[in-house]
């Protein structure tokens, strides 16, 4: 088991945004979470990376509790999100914001193979190479987010709504990538609205609705679900 998390609850103020969340990762998976606005999709990636605070609960990872540790040290231990929408650095430009995403690394080649590697698989993002982040478009934005996140090379990739904002044509491209990635060696938790992309390309999803687990099983058994289909695939 690469991730765990047991029980998980959270609040925002007087807002119980998690009920008591239990999901596992293991090494090797694409695990997606659906659900819809509100459900708390985005809430339990914080609690995962550590950028919010549980209330209890307890996360494990790689075998050692790191309920309590500081986001920056899950970095460091390969626990890396791509933030959802925007949040890339608007003036550092295109290269600088992909450099970034591979502080943490030290292989020099590695680095550069990478780099080329996210730049073929994001032409746009090659083009406007010397531009301010801060220029690009809302989905070519969001597609620097995901880029600098893969720059990583993480344990677990975290990708919080990595289609948003992109061009259907792109948001095929993106689930490739996000495939590729995955069969080099990456473990991907991502949360996504496309349920159809996500579950099909996923080993295994849950299903979140108003900050609890409804659903779970692989993502072929889902796609198959009638209430998922009715609730999250647009089929009656
Ligand atoms: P979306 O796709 O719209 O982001 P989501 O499934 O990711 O939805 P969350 O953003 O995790 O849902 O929100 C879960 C619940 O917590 C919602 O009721 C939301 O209103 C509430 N919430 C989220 N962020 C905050 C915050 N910073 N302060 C107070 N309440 C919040």
């Known amino acids: 088991m690469l991730l765990e998390l047991e029980n998980i609850t959270l609040l925002y103020g007087r807002i ?6 239990s999901l596992t990762v293991d090494e090797g998976e694409i695990v997606a979470l659906i659900g819809a606005n509100g459900a708390g999709k ?3 990636m914080r609690a995962i990376s550590g950028l919010r605070p549980v209330a209890s609960g307890s996360i494990r990872f790689d075998g050692e ?7 920056d040290l899950r970095v460091v231990r390969g626990l890396c999100q791509a933030p959802e929408g925007r949040g890339i650095f608007p003036g550092m430009t295109v290269l600088e914001n992909l450099d970034m995403g591979a502080y943490t690394r030290k292989d020099r080649a590695g680095i550069a193979a990478d780099l080329e590697r996210v730049l073929a698989l994001f032409p746009r993002l090659a083009e406007r190479a010397k531009q301010p982040g801060g220029t690009l478009s809302g989905g070519e934005q969001q597609m620097l987010a995901v880029g600098r996140a893969l720059m990583s090379r993480p344990r677990l990739l975290l990708l919080d709504e990595p289609s948003m904002g992109l061009a259907p044509m792109l948001i095929q491209q993106i689930f490739d990538i996000i495939t ?14 496309n349920a159809q992309q996500a579950l099909s390309r996923a080993h295994r999803g849950y299903v979140l609705e108003t900050g609890n687990i409804v659903r ?11 209430a998922v289909k009715e609730a999250y695939l647009g089929v009656a």
Not at 180 to 193: A, D, S, Y
Not at 216 to 226: I, N, Q, V
């Open 42 to 44: 985005s809430t339990t």
């Open 180 to 193: 590729e990635i995955n069969q080099q060696g990456t473990t991907i938790l991502l949360v996504e609205q």
């Open 16 to 21: 119980q945004a998690l009920h008591g969340i």
């Open 216 to 226: 779970s099983g692989t993502g072929a058994e889902l796609l198959h679900d009638p």
């Open 65 to 71: 509790d790191i309920t309590r540790l500081r986001a």
